[in-house]
């Protein structure tokens, strides 16, 4: 038996790259929509409908609107905006979490795929929070180094445009300077942080890729640890996570001549955590796709889990 999934917005830059993903898993039948139907309710609502799961990568007024389209109890609903994050109905879709969190994919039929900046801060600090050695009231900052393919296709075009022109486009630049970034809720609930983090994301003249990093210092723990304790408690966290790799404590050999190469994920549904440090100040950095674990290869992963399938399936 195989499974019907629709995507729907399988136009954009995170359903292109589900739909790639599901072109060659074994399990699935893929529903096509006509191009020239794709945003006609009507034919979207029978696709979502005959769907066994659907995947809506679409802004959130459009998710939500699909979302109201599905009358069918059995078609389960893996979402890829920000619209239901963190909506307490819906599932969070970081299977890594905890240990609970496989078991909530499974039965749920309402998933929301986590944002990708989001993706790098809560898998380096949940678990620390979860332990109580980072408290729930610490001043978190977070920066983000990210590729413009997470801009979806109007960034994307600005800096695939004619290199004349494009000068000021070669630096790094910081952006949502108004901190109201649309991944903050999440980065807060998730977390179970009292207070949002000061955020700052970087979008950098590389497609994609992404290195989010939270500096930590022992002083302001529950519980003072040095770098290499800490590093040992992640790697003990996620020691049976088929994805997620936490980095020897002495990754001088994982760098390039002293430089972080924040694409190495690239292509991949992996994220790389390292820990860098001594016995007062910590740096957590977070390394993935940025179109993949923390998009597009993400969300087949979730869908995995829900159907009872292998977890790589289509991802590796």
Not at 1 to 14: A, C, L, P, R, S
Request: aromatic fraction near 10%.
């Amino acid at each position: 038996m195989k499974y019907k999934i629709f995507v729907d917005g399988q136009e954009g830059t995170t359903g292109l790259r589900i739909y790639e993903r599901l072109s060659k898993h074994s399990g699935i039948a893929l529903l096509k929509i006509e191009p020239e139907k794709r945003k006609d309710p009507e034919a979207r609502r029978v696709l979502l409908n005959e769907a066994d799961i659907a995947f809506l990568c679409l802004p959130d007024s459009a998710s939500r609107e699909s979302v109201s389209l599905v009358s069918n109890k059995q078609t389960r609903i893996i979402d890829a905006s920000t619209a239901f994050r963190t909506d307490p109905n819906w599932t969070y879709g970081f299977p890594e979490l905890n240990k609970q969190q496989r078991a909530l994919l499974l039965d749920s039929d309402r998933v929301s795929v986590p944002g990708c900046h989001a993706t790098g801060l809560i898998s380096t600090l949940y678990p620390l929070i979860h332990e109580g050695i980072v408290p729930e009231d610490y001043p978190v900052t977070c920066h983000s180094v990210t590729g413009y393919s997470g801009g979806g296709k109007e960034l994307i075009a600005s800096y695939e445009a004619a290199v004349s022109g494009k000068e000021n486009l070669k630096s790094p630049r910081y952006y949502a300077l108004n901190f109201n970034h649309k991944h903050l809720p999440e980065m807060q609930r998730v977390t179970g942080l009292l207070f949002p983090p000061l955020f700052t994301p970087i979008v950098g003249d590389f497609y994609n890729g992404m290195v989010v990093s939270v500096p930590l210092l022992t002083r302001l723990l529950n519980k003072k640890m040095t770098a290499k304790e800490v590093q040992k408690l992640l790697a003990s966290y996620y020691a049976s996570e088929r994805f997620v790799r936490v980095m020897p404590f002495e990754s001088e050999a994982y760098l390039e001549n002293g430089y972080f190469n924040a694409t190495e994920c690239n292509n991949t549904n992996r994220i790389d955590l390292f820990v860098f440090g001594h016995d007062e100040q910590i740096l957590l950095l977070s390394r993935f796709d940025n179109l993949g674990k923390g998009a597009s290869g993400a969300a087949v992963q979730n869908m995995n889990i829900m159907l009872g399938l292998d977890e790589g399936m289509g991802l590796e």
